[in-house]
């Protein structure tokens, strides 16, 4: 979440059933690359395996990145 307010991103994060993670993010192009970057690293307690990326439509309501 603060690498996400860092980079000026928003959107939210939330754990999903099968112990995975669902991030939706929108912000610059450059900001959401740093963001990926950051994602595929994961903090220090965590093993990344894959990270994907899908095109969505842009949220204007989306005004913060939240931890759902």
Avoid: C, M, W
């Avoid at 192009?29 to 990344?48: I, M, N, T, Y």
Wanted: no cysteine.
């Amino acid at each position: 979440q603060v690498e996400a307010v860092l980079l000026g991103i928003t959107g939210y994060a939330r754990n999903t059933a099968d112990r995975s993670v669902e991030i939706e993010a929108q912000g610059d192009e450059s900001a959401l690359k740093r963001f990926e970057q950051a994602v595929s690293r994961g903090p220090r307690s965590a093993h990344v395996r894959e990270v994907g990326r899908e095109e969505l439509d842009v949220k204007p309501i989306e005004v913060e990145f939240s931890i759902r």
